[in-house]
């Protein structure tokens, strides 16, 4: 096994990383694996031995109102990513079968096979770096359901998501300019926000050599996300000295209190730009080396609105003030600003030979570096704020992540036997500095004393291997496990120094009944390891509670399973999945009530059982030519069975994970001109706390349930024009994952593509 020290020099010497590949044909489904063929993504094993559903370029291009590369999972099975607004950058967590919202680090996302899920944390702020791949760039993306093959680490749990881009065949050009309008009301906000896109990409290739360069700019406007409130029990008997002002909002909060909604707490004004370079060369017809150069820029302002106004219509953000009769004072903190300057850059470097001989090998290498991670916020009231005063800044430069991959297949027989063996040595590191300064001066002042800091690392070298056996030919079995050393440390008063080994087997097996039905079973085990912020990281709620972090927490240890039946349609597929999952000490922030004074931190959850089952379907020229249907449902059971920290929840629903959910997209294609479509998504209540104490979801910080229905029309306009116009969210339903998701969308785009 390659030394932790090893891995970490060879990524240190090769610090500009990523892997590459050419665009590759849809896998190849064979007695229910998957196998990938002709120009392999580098981040998937030859065999694959689990569910997985993919959607192409053409499909995101006619059926998907695609600002993001987000979006093209929009419609797959179970599958949920809580995109706030066009350019989310720090919330857009990608939510699975058995995974909510709130547990981002239960699943992988890969581009070309760089890994861009965020595993210096778990949850909202640490979503996946989807900005570093464009709806533009994507030839197809696939994802994997489960952890079932050997190839991944315990951060597979929920499911794998690689993005594969398009490397050029012949000089190409393309270029697109997108505008987006969502008109918005909620509460005592009103009016509406705006976006707009532009990109553009250059390719060619010219003997061994190839390349392509795009460039991307955003300009986003979101609507309110965050809300200044109080509880009307908190309100306390006037004096005579407050302000009387109107404007609150009455309502309900989440455990049906009532309360005030004082104003937008923030709303992002933010303008992104994005480089991706990716060179490759060809050693031979068999060998190709693969370089990545991807560069994110994002600016972005935070501004509050308060809804409270004086006798004089002057809008009110500060002091003590009468609401209704009842006494409250406002905090500088309940309409703060906030500044963002951030560049981060991702390196790759990949050299891979492809002979589908009797062996095949990859060498690959990534680095996601924070270049500039500055954030700057107001610790003064509002509107003087504006002009500057105190504050405090968040410096996260220096954090990142960076791995190594020494990857390889074995054809016994030349492929022509009943084995092939995939194998790999792994290594990864995740780096965390973050300190926070106070400043005289929020918007150009230097750093001043320093309120905290955290820092820490995690590394992880794992070894796997894994055998796809055709035991027979209606019968093939798919064994592997994958061995996993990991190590956490930080400086501290007392320094932490962690070492973990953990082994993971992993068992599928598929059975072709008859010519047109494929039967399935899957088992494997996952530990996810903690995160360095869940270990580390340290700070204050917004309600200025010290946050307590448990460098001993244990890693989650799930067995996930399903059963799955699937017929070829001839012009589809039919799918019926059913789906098992038992984890033991699960992370999740809550209350310890069995120690005074109780303290609330990322805990383990004893056990969490979940169930299911999972029904898609898609199938082409259906009822008339050139009819595309797609749809899912899914019924899921997701229950804590065992919590001594926190016996309240025990027998409540997982949070985030909703009974039933379902998507529905048709696509009609009447000729090579015009395309229409119509796509649906549902989900049904679900909560955000452990012991499903949040009964009201359709409030600020609520988790709700939806319906949703989008609609696209594209017209090829020449061979190389096109147009489209859309709408996200055409029924206008008002739903909520903590923060209000987007009303009414409308987007339009032109695009050439010579």
């Known amino acids: 096994m390659l030394p932790t020290r090893l891995a970490l020099a060879l990524a240190t010497a090769f610090p500009f990383i990523a892997q590459a590949h050419e665009p590759a044909p849809p896998p190849v489904r064979s007695l229910g694996t998957v196998t990938i063929t002709g120009g392999q993504p580098t981040s998937l094993p030859t065999q694959l031995p689990t569910t997985i559903e993919r959607v192409t370029r053409e ?19 179970s599958l949920l990513v809580r995109k706030r607004y066009i350019g989310d950058y720090n919330h857009a967590v990608l939510s699975t079968r058995a995974s909510g919202t709130g547990n981002s680090a239960r699943s992988m996302v890969y581009a070309d096979g760089i890994l861009l899920s965020n595993y210096l944390g778990n949850g909202a702020a640490f979503a996946p770096r989807w900005m570093l791949v464009t709806p533009e760039e994507i030839e197809r993306v696939d994802v994997l359901y489960g952890p079932f093959s050997a190839a991944y680490p315990g951060n597979s749990a929920g499911a794998v998501v690689d993005f594969v881009t398009r490397m050029p065949r012949q000089f190409e050009a393309h270029a697109k300019i997108g505008f987006s309008h969502q008109p918005f009301a909620l509460y005592g906000s009103e009016g509406g926000s705006s976006g707009k896109q532009a990109s553009a990409s250059l390719g060619n290739r010219s003997g061994p050599w190839a390349w392509r360069l795009n460039v991307n700019r955003g300009e986003s406007e979101g609507q309110p996300l ?20 109107t404007g609150a909002v009455p309502g309900l909060n989440r455990n049906n209190q009532p309360w005030h909604l004082l104003g ?33 820029h ?30 409250f004072t406002l905090a500088p903190g309940d309409f703060g600003l906030s500044n963002e300057d951030l560049t981060h850059v991702m390196h790759g470097l990949s050299v891979k030979s492809h002979t589908h001989g009797t062996w095949d090998w990859e060498i690959a ?8 991670d500055v954030l700057r916020a107001a610790t003064v009231a509002m509107p003087g704020a504006l002009a500057g005063g105190a504050g405090r800044i968040v410096d996260g430069g220096g954090t990142g992540w960076a791995t190594l991959a020494l990857k390889g297949t074995w054809r016994p027989q030349g492929g022509e036997g009943p084995h092939i063996i995939d194998f790999g040595l792994h290594g990864d590191t995740y780096r965390l500095r973050s300190i926070e300064n106070a400043t005289s001066d929020w918007i150009a002042g230097s750093p001043g004393a320093m309120n905290q800091s955290s820092s820490g690392e995690t590394r992880l070298t794992s070894l796997y291997a894994q055998d796809t056996w055709k035991i027979a030919p209606e019968w093939k079995a798919v064994l592997g496990a994958r061995f996993e050393q990991w190590r956490a440390s930080a400086p501290a008063a007392t320094p932490v120094d962690r070492r973990e080994s953990h082994v993971s087997p992993k068992f599928a097996l598929a059975y072709q009944a008859s010519e047109r039905w494929v039967l399935k079973a899957s088992a494997g085990r996952a530990v996810r390891m903690p995160t360095v912020s869940e270990l580390f990281q340290r700070g204050t709620t917004s309600a200025g509670v010290a946050v307590t972090n ?68 898609q199938e082409a020229d259906v009822w008339v030519k050139g009819l595309e249907l797609a749809s899912s449902l ?9 919590n001594a920290k926190f016996p ?14 379902a998507s529905a997209v048709a696509t009609w294609r009447p000729d090579d001109k015009w395309s229409y479509t119509l796509g649906a998504r549902y989900s049904g209540r679900q909560y955000s706390t452990l012991d499903n104490s949040d009964a009201n979801g359709f409030a600020y910080q609520g988790a709700s349930k939806y319906f949703t229905a989008d609609v696209r029309v594209r017209y090829q306009i020449s061979p190389n024009w096109s147009a489209a116009f859309g709408i996200d969210n055409l029924n206008n339903y008002n739903y909520w994952n903590f923060h209000p998701y987007p009303q009414r969308t409308y987007s339009a785009e032109l695009k050439f593509d010579l």
């Open 264 to 296: 937008a707490a923030t709303q992002y004004h933010s303008v992104q730009d994005h480089l991706k370079a990716r060179v490759a060369y060809d050693f031979s017809p068999t060998v190709r080396a693969t370089y990545t150069l991807g560069w994110w």
């Open 634 to 642: 899914t019924w899921t059971d997701s229950i804590v069975t065992r």
């Open 648 to 661: 309240a929840s025990v027998g409540q629903w997982q949070p985030r994970i909703p009974r039933w959910r």
């Open 59 to 77: 499909q995101i291009e006619h059926s998907i109102n695609a600002n993001d590369s987000e979006d093209a999972l929009k419609y797959l099975p």
């Open 298 to 327: 994002n600016v972005s302002e935070g501004r509050p609105v308060s809804y409270l106004r004086d006798a004089a219509s002057n809008a009110v953000y500060s002091g003590k003030v009468n609401i209704g009769g009842r006494a």
């Open 365 to 372: 290498a990534s680095r996601y570096d924070y270049a500039r």
């Open 226 to 245: 965050t809300f200044a409130t109080r509880l009307v029990s908190q309100g306390a008997t006037p004096t005579g000295a407050e302000t009387q002002v």
């Open 550 to 617: 448990d460098p001993n927490l244990k890693p989650e240890r799930s067995w996930t399973s399903e059963l799955t039946a699937e017929r070829d349609l001839g012009k589809g597929l039919l799918r019926l999945t059913a789906f098992f999952e038992r984890t033991r000490d699960a992370l999740y922030s809550q209350t310890n009530v069995t120690v005074t004074p109780n303290v609330t931190s990322v805990q383990n959850v004893d056990e969490i059982r979940t169930r299911g089952l999972e029904l898609a379907h």
